[in-house]
């Protein structure tokens, strides 16, 4: 599928012609309540009322969603006659409303988790709120299920529309737009050495990095096309995770957020800062089938694309601009917190990583990106 990405200026259009194409009739729009102060929002009611639509709001979820809000968003869905699923905000509304989608034809009295998802026909328009997650660009979601984090992946949650509207960034807190930024950039990092990546994937992923280096200025300076262009950026990052998924940057990065309440792209970055080096300089110890040889090259176009001209220096390029942005590092207290940290990465992440990290060289790197 073919995802198409749209302004502001064309939401009525884009609308009428999903009404006119599959006959739908009633939107839900999965949203938080900040969303509602945007000046999009009544661009998009008048639009909706235009086009003879009605529309139901679903909020009723939280950061790092549970299973429950998504039941209760399906019980929304079924009982208003909606046919139509729109999503605006960061990537818990996503998460709930990919769910929404892949969920709808299962019977909702039994575990959706467990039910096979099958594709349907519901169209999905997204409204990204940051240029971070890019999440209005991927098959995945992740909701919490009796405490438990779940991961859900099915190509038929990647919504068919994107709406770009670079004033919704207008407003991001400076530690907001820092961190989201950082997430965009290293999705495309991680996806660019993953052992899934290949020539495909790595093009996306360098035009994404490229991307966020040219316009990071003018996005941190909340200049309307920094932020233009920072949000095709995380859609491109986000298309790149999505042909590779994350690896140990990720992997590392969940146990930092919960334990010392970073941001999540903040956390990621200080993972990748700790990952980049090492990984130059143990090849060897390569997780990818192709080898050595290939990690050496893959790491020297990696730094092409970042401008340098060896892969130790793209390292040192990386580190540099984490510092010029003042991001705090986490006080790690006791060897007991270190070892948690160590002994919390999911195994799974770590099999997408180019190179093997055993728990001694974990510990290592926390320590390296603690203080």
Known sequence: ??????????????????????????????????????????????????????????????PNPKYESVISGIKTYRQKGCDLILAAGGGSAMDVAKCIKLFNCMNVEENCLKQEIISNEIPFLAIPTTAGTGSEATRFAVIYYEGNKQSVSHESGIPEYVLMDPELLRTLPEYQRKATMLDALCHAVESFWSVNAGKESQKVAAEAIRMVL????????????????????????????????????????????TLYGLAHGHAVALCVDALWPYMIGHTEDAMDVRGKAYLDDM????????????????AVKYHEMLEQLHLSRPEVKSVEELELLAGSVNPERLGNNPVCLKKEVLRSLYARIAK
């Open 1 to 62: 599928m073919e995802q198409k990405i749209i302004k502001s200026e064309e939401l009525e259009s884009c609308l009428a012609a999903i009404k006119k194409e599959r006959n739908v009739h009633h939107a839900l729009l999965v949203c938080g309540n900040s969303f509602r102060k945007q000046g999009l929002y009544q661009q998009l009611e008048d639009a909706l009322k235009k086009e003879g639509m009605e529309l139901t709001e679903f909020s009723d979820f939280e």
């Open 299 to 314: 790491f020297l176009r990696l730094a092409q694309v970042m401008g340098c001209a060896s892969s130790m220096d793209a």
């Open 214 to 257: 040219a316009y990071e200025d003018a996005y941190l300076a909340n200049q309307p096309e920094g932020n233009e262009k920072m949000l095709l950026a995380a859609n491109l990052a986000g298309k790149a995770i999505n042909y590779t998924k994350t690896t140990a940057g990720h992997a590392m990065a969940y146990k930092l957020t």
